[in-house]
C-alpha cells in the first residue's frame, strides 16, 4: 500500500518550478527530486513542515496512501508525474 507524493500538482496549481521550491525552503533539488518522483523512503516532519507551509497545504494534500492490488500500477494525472509500482511487480516486457 503506498505512499504517493503530490509534489508535482501542488508545484504546478501553485507556479511554481522544484528550483524556486528548493530555493525558498532551502532543501537541495536532489532532495526535492526524489520526492517528488516517488522515491523517498521517508520524510522527516520538519520536511513535511516546511513544504507545507510553503505551498500553503495540509499534509494530506502533499502525501496520498493507495490501496492498490499487487499486480496493479497506479499513476497520476498530466501534472501528477508519480508512478508508483508495487516491489513485487515485473517491469520487463513479455516476450
Do not use: W
Not at 500500500?1 to 521550491?21: A, K, Q, S
Not at 526535492?32 to 520524510?43: E, F, H, V
Amino acid at each position: 500500500m503506498p505512499i504517493v507524493v503530490h509534489l508535482d500538482r501542488l508545484l504546478y496549481e501553485r507556479g511554481l518550478t522544484l528550483t524556486e521550491l528548493s530555493r525558498r525552503i532551502g532543501l537541495t533539488i536532489a532532495n526535492l527530486s526524489i520526492l517528488k518522483t516517488g522515491k523517498a523512503k521517508a520524510i522527516r516532519f520538519s520536511t513535511l513542515e516546511v513544504l507545507c507551509r510553503e505551498l500553503q497545504c495540509q499534509p494530506g494534500d502533499l502525501l496520498a496512501h493507495v490501496d492498490v492490488e499487487p499486480s496493479q500500477p497506479t499513476g497520476e494525472g498530466p501534472h501528477g508525474g508519480v508512478l508508483t509500482v508495487p516491489a513485487d511487480t515485473d517491469l520487463e516486457p513479455e516476450g
